[in-house]
């Protein structure tokens, strides 16, 4: 997610997406692996004074017990949506219409392998702010749901970096009200 988010950030995560709210194109979601995204050579288990302030954290709620398991991805493709990516254009289009990316690291390609993938009710695709580095639903395409996530895996959206405090930032929607189909048809 760099640049938009750097190693060992901090971030706060609302549940009122999904929720009450629906997800949209563009949230940052924090969810948990669908299965076989994380690296299996985990971080090994806090000792000493770190797993006496890691059950702290995580006693207080501001740590997830579950926290090793989550991934941070932006939401490109909603269920329904077409999602696809021409290597020789370079471009993200749902359903047609070309998404403006200022999040997407400078420098880096989002479509080296082109694609194009119908996301299924209940699922969503995700990808790394990072695009040349981001093992994000790209990578994941020959996975069973073809690179999708189950809506139901996601925990909440981010919405703001709170540590370090030299990070401190807002991580609001870029295109809250963004209609690719209505994009498309002008």
């Not at 939401?75 to 993200?92: A, H, M, N, S, Y």
């Not at 030299?166 to 295109?175: M, Q, V």
Request: proline share 9%; aromatic share 8%; glycine share 12%.
């Amino acid at each position: 997610m760099e640049d938009t988010l750097r190693v060992k950030d901090r971030i706060l995560v609302t549940k009122w997406r999904p929720g009450p709210f629906d997800l949209r194109r563009g949230d940052i979601v924090v969810f948990k692996d669908p299965g076989g995204w994380l690296d299996s050579s985990l971080e090994p288990e806090p000792t000493g004074i770190a797993a006496v302030w890691t059950n702290v954290l995580t006693f207080t709620g501001l740590l997830p017990e579950d926290a090793g398991e989550h991934l941070v991805k932006r939401v490109i493709g909603l269920p329904g949506d077409t999602v696809t990516c021409d290597p020789d254009e370079g471009v993200v289009r749902v359903n047609g219409a070309a998404l403006d990316e200022p999040y997407v690291k400078p420098g880096t390609n989002s479509c080296r392998n082109g694609w194009s993938i119908d996301i299924p009710e209940g699922r969503l695709w995700v990808m790394g702010d990072n695009r040349s580095n981001s093992a994000d639903s790209r990578a994941h395409l020959g996975d069973p749901g073809g690179g999708t996530i189950p809506e139901a895996n996601v925990v909440g959206t981010a919405f703001v970096v709170v540590w370090p405090l030299s990070h401190w930032d807002g991580l609001g929607n870029p295109y809250p009200d963004f209609d690719p189909d209505a994009a498309a048809a002008q």
